[in-house]
């Protein structure tokens, strides 16, 4: 099991920031010497649990935000930039790489830019893109990446949207049918709404402001896109505000953010939040009976519960990852210590894959990671029809899980043994240090290999210690 320390610097510097105290002051608080403080804050010590103790009691402090926010993520993410091949020096200890996300993560996220920047220019000369002959060929991060990071930056949680998301599902305290809110909403706002036997999920004319969803949709799919119209319609100025904060670098990815903000709003209004987080409570996360109270999806449900993370109220951790039948990830988060790969599928050894080889069946699987945290995972294959005999399946499968700690407030952790076998998983293996892995697809390139042309074992090398 990990017993890695809590070095939680930022944190303490930024909680003081807030209370506008000197150190002084706050270590008299936290009952600790002065040079013991400046001493964490500086990450050169541990956090220890007297000074948590004192933290909750004197401040009120949600402890589990020492835990969480950006630290891991930007380790995960600068792991994996540094296995590639362009870097051809010794690859820095994984302790320098958690100083440096803790202590100075804007100057991470720097050397982040600059390695996607780097691949762009490269994939650009390998494909010998003309664009690069243009005058207009300056390098711009991409649309979809530059999202895709602001959601995995903000703990996939947006507290505003949130908030008025949970206010409109909840007016009075009191959750009403989505439907019967979504359509009083856009009538009000002189949106015409009708359901049309169309391939189109949702289609809406700004002129003459006109809705048309389709009929083949299953329920949980068109109270999404009602919920997501009033998004657009009802919540523009909040989307909008967000946005400008948010500062992307281009019109397309502040396009595709506020595609992704009404999605959200229209996840949390579906499933708004206390009456969700309470209901997971009650049913031990059962995905299918929280899709049944709520009038979700499955995936709605999994997804949802991976964004539990308000300040003050935050659930149990969850990472959520979507992939297609080629193991690509399609739809990733993680409010747990297990972050995803940047590029690439997810790890063969995964439950998630073998769930297309049991549809409509949940796979359980005690997994541990490299750095010895242990997981509980859960597995589903969640294909999509068309909704006609010719028109094509979309098929993906969906992975939750948490830490095993809190497995025993999961319904699917029920009969297991958690104190018995764990199998070993990754997260790439160009960064996993896994030497004895039967899957594995290419060589670790933080390792060195012996190659032995008269001997062969699985693999045709063997990696260093």
């Known amino acids: 099991m990990s017993t890695q320390k809590l070095y939680a610097g930022v944190k303490l510097r930024e909680l003081r920031g807030r209370l506008g105290v000197t150190q002084k002051a706050f270590a008299d608080k936290l009952g600790v010497s002065l040079p013991y403080l400046n001493q964490m804050e500086n990450n050169h010590r541990p956090v220890s649990a007297g000074v948590v103790l004192s933290l909750v009691q004197e401040f009120g402090f949600d402890v589990t935000e020492l835990t969480t926010g950006d630290s891991e993520r930007i380790v995960s993410d600068m792991r994996e930039a540094l296995a590639d091949p362009v870097f051809q020096g010794g690859t820095p200890p994984l302790a320098d790489l958690r100083l440096a996300a803790s202590n100075a993560p804007a100057l991470a996220r720097a050397f982040l830019d600059l390695h996607r920047a780097y691949r762009q220019t490269h994939e650009r000369l390998a494909s010998l893109d003309e664009a690069l002959g243009r005058e207009d060929a300056a390098l711009k991060p991409s649309p979809w990446e530059e999202v895709r990071d602001f959601f995995h930056y903000c703990d996939n ?5 949130d908030r008025a998301a949970e206010h409109f599902a909840m007016p009075g305290g009191q959750r009403k049918d989505p439907v019967v809110t979504a359509t ?7 949106v015409d709404i009708s359901f049309a036997d169309s391939p189109l999920l949702r289609s809406y004319q700004a002129e003459g402001r006109k809705l048309a969803i389709s009929a083949r949709a299953a329920g949980p799919t068109q109270r999404f896109q009602l919920l997501y119209q009033v998004a657009l319609t009802t919540q523009n100025d909040l989307l909008d505000a967000t946005l400008d904060l948010a500062r992307f670098a281009t019109p397309e990815a502040r396009d595709i953010a506020k595609i992704g903000l009404a999605n959200y709003f229209a996840g949390a209004a ?7 987080q309470q209901a997971a409570l009650d049913e031990r996360h059962d995905l299918e009976r929280l899709a049944d109270i709520f009038g979700a999806s499955i995936e709605q449900v999994a997804h949802r519960l991976s964004t539990l993370q308000r300040p003050g109220a935050k659930g149990i951790p969850f990472f ?3 992939v297609d039948q080629a ?3 399609t739809k990733r988060h993680s409010a747990t210590r297990l972050q995803f790969a940047r590029f690439g599928g997810a790890c ?13 069946q949940f796979l359980r ?3 541990e990671t490299p750095d010895g945290v242990r997981y509980l995972c859960l597995a589903r294959d969640v294909s999509k029809s068309g909704g006609s005999f010719n028109a094509p399946v979309r098929r993906y499968a969906i992975c939750i899980g948490c830490e095993v700690q809190h497995a025993d407030a999961l319904v699917y952790a029920d009969g297991l043994d958690l104190r018995g076998k764990f199998e070993p998983i990754g ?16 060589p670790p390139l933080e390792r060195r290999l012996r190659v032995d042309p008269d001997r062969r074992g699985i693999l045709p090398y063997q990696i260093a210690e």
């Open 270 to 276: 579906l499933l708004p939040y206390r009456a969700f």
């Open 427 to 442: 997260i790439s293996c160009r960064i996993c240090d896994r030497r004895d892995c039967h899957q594995r697809s290419v």
């Open 348 to 360: 063969p050894l995964w439950n998630v894959h073998r769930a297309f080889e049991t549809p409509g």
């Open 184 to 190: 009083e909403a856009l009538t009000r706002a002189g």
């Open 327 to 329: 193991g690509t990830i």
């Open 365 to 367: 699987q005690l997994a």
């Open 320 to 322: 959520f990852v979507r």
């Open 157 to 161: 949680y947006i507290d505003a949207i």
